[in-house]
């Protein structure tokens, strides 16, 4: 019998038997289509990680090897051609070129019913403006990453809302705000203490919009790395505080000591506490200037940032963090004079953990910058166990694009810290420098309960090194709160953490202010 023939009767039996059994024949329907989902990146990312790391990046095509940032920036996504318009929701995709910074191709799928389809490269779907392509592109030539769109400040106008751009950055907005700190899925050796710090980078991305329910939009993402493979899942919620819920599951390739969770990265050049400006008309210039920490003990920690002599590392030793963000505190636009960059409208992020993190520590890196065209400051969450090769670690946290963050708590907030030598006012006498005065302001929370009565308001300060010399808390009218001073000691060469906080009787009433202060 030819194969023909004996598929033939196969078929023909499987038919009849079919026809006899209407149990089988339910059983032989095509099974239903399962959709792809977060534990689809999982299977991948476990499967990945049992892999040796690829470190090999092909060239990009002759045409965009050379291109400069202006270059770079002339080649622009044609609104027109922008995704997701068939799914009837006000999302709108748009695609980042390859060029200039962005060497490493991604891959950008759409689900649509359950089932991911790769956005294939189209040259029509970009404006070159003035930058000349001579020779025709590879179609899988791929993308650097990728933009969404949705209605955030006006029911009509399609702003951006969030980017994922360069390794696992991405940064969002809130309603009324302008980009400056960003955020990323994994840091790694930060501190450069043990070894040089690592880059681990989303590969390919999902992007699945619901066609029902609330407006959001899922985006699942491969992570990898020379250290760890990852799948992450945002669900992103545009509002006036755009919130992302972030699930993560990780699988170490080998050892990792230094895991930054919920890494934030921005800018700090210049600020009251240190002006850095010179003839700069500007009085400060940064994207945040504190690190805000909810501690899981309750206590709230304010630091203000800093632009350092030398890269600088701090841990604040925690137990289940509740919370913490770089925070841009100031919104004043008297505080910059800046009407291009708008400083004063850069968003806060603050992350929230779900569930029990364990211990570890929040750390802030400061590194000096001589320019604001750096992001030098990053703060993230550093579990106190490291992570083993072949081990999954799980972990999850929410994180909100918003403005100063004054309801985050009750107490009373610091508004404005100062430095200046510690010296009677009018004294012509050179300053010792090995001694300072901090001011610091704190308001809001009830402290306007006590300005009639001062006297019931007391500084409680502390320091890790050297020795407090004097304090004096008075009442400031301006910020409707009070002003306390403390004037400290330290020797040349050493470094002092400062800790201080208002508090009446035994009742505390602003968060603790703290400090680096280091005697050169």
Excluded at 450 to 456: F, M, T
């Amino acid at each position: 019998m030819t194969d023909i023939t004996r598929r033939s009767a196969l078929a023909t039996l499987a038919a009849a038997a079919a026809a006899a059994s209407p149990i089988r024949a339910q059983q032989s329907a095509a099974p239903p289509l399962i959709p792809f989902r977060f534990e689809d990146v999982v299977r991948r990312a476990r499967e990945l990680a049992g892999a040796p790391f690829d470190a090999a990046i092909a060239p990009l095509p002759e045409p965009l090897q050379n291109l400069d940032f202006d270059a770079y920036r002339d080649i622009r996504f044609r609104p027109e051609r922008a995704l997701l318009a068939s799914s009837g929701g006000p999302f709108r995709l748009q695609l980042f070129h390859l060029g200039f910074l962005y060497t490493r191709p991604i891959t950008v799928n759409v689900i649509r019913d359950g089932v991911p389809t790769p956005v294939a490269y189209q040259p029509q779907l970009f404006d070159y403006g003035r930058t000349r392509i001579e020779r025709p592109l590879p179609v899988n030539l791929g993308f650097a990453g990728f933009r969404l769109h949705y209605p955030l400040n006006t029911p009509r106008v399609l702003d951006e809302l969030v980017a994922f751009l360069g390794a696992s950055y991405f940064r969002f907005l809130g309603r009324d705000q302008r980009y400056g700190i960003s955020a990323r899925g994994l840091a790694i050796n930060v501190d450069g203490r043990e070894q040089p710090e690592e880059f681990p980078f989303f590969r390919e991305f999902w992007i699945d919009v619901p066609t029902a329910g609330p407006e959001r939009v899922t985006v699942l993402a491969l992570l990898d790395g020379p250290s760890v493979a990852g799948a992450y899942r945002f669900e992103i919620y545009p509002s006036a505080e755009t919130t992302i819920d972030v699930s993560a599951t990780l699988f170490p390739r080998r050892p990792i000591a230094a895991a930054g969770l919920a890494p934030l990265t921005s800018m700090y050049y210049s600020g009251e506490n240190e002006r850095r400006t010179g003839d700069d008309f500007r009085l400060e210039v940064h994207d945040s200037d504190g690190l805000l920490i909810h501690a899981g003990t309750g206590e709230w920690i304010w630091r203000p940032i800093r632009n350092p002599a030398t890269k600088t590392v701090q841990a604040f030793m925690d137990n289940n963090p509740r919370g913490f963000g770089l925070m841009q505190r100031d919104r004043r636009f008297d505080s910059y004079q800046d009407l291009e960059a708008n400083y004063e409208m850069r968003p806060s992020y603050w992350v929230e953990p779900t569930g029990n993190w364990g211990e570890g520590a929040v750390e802030l890196v400061e590194i000096p910058t001589p320019a604001e065209v750096h992001d030098n400051v990053v703060a993230y969450w550093r579990p106190r166990q490291p992570y083993e090769t072949g081990q999954e670690v799980s972990f999850g946290y929410r994180i909100r694009s918003i403005g100063a963050g004054e309801d985050l708590h009750p107490g009373g907030k610091v508004v404005n810290t100062f430095q200046a030598p510690a010296r009677a006012s009018g004294s012509v006498e050179p300053a010792d420098r090995t001694v300072r005065r901090f001011l610091i302001d704190f308001a809001g929370g009830n402290l306007a309960y006590y300005l009639p009565d001062p006297s019931l308001v007391q500084v409680v300060p502390s320091m890790s090194a050297g020795q407090i010399v004097g304090t004096f808390v008075v009442p400031n009218e301006h910020t409707g709160g009070f002003r306390a001073a403390i004037d400290l000691k330290l020797d040349p060469g050493q470094s002092a953490d400062l800790r201080a906080y208002l508090r009446s009787g035994d009742k505390a009433l602003t968060e603790t202010w703290t400090y680096r202060w280091t005697v050169t």
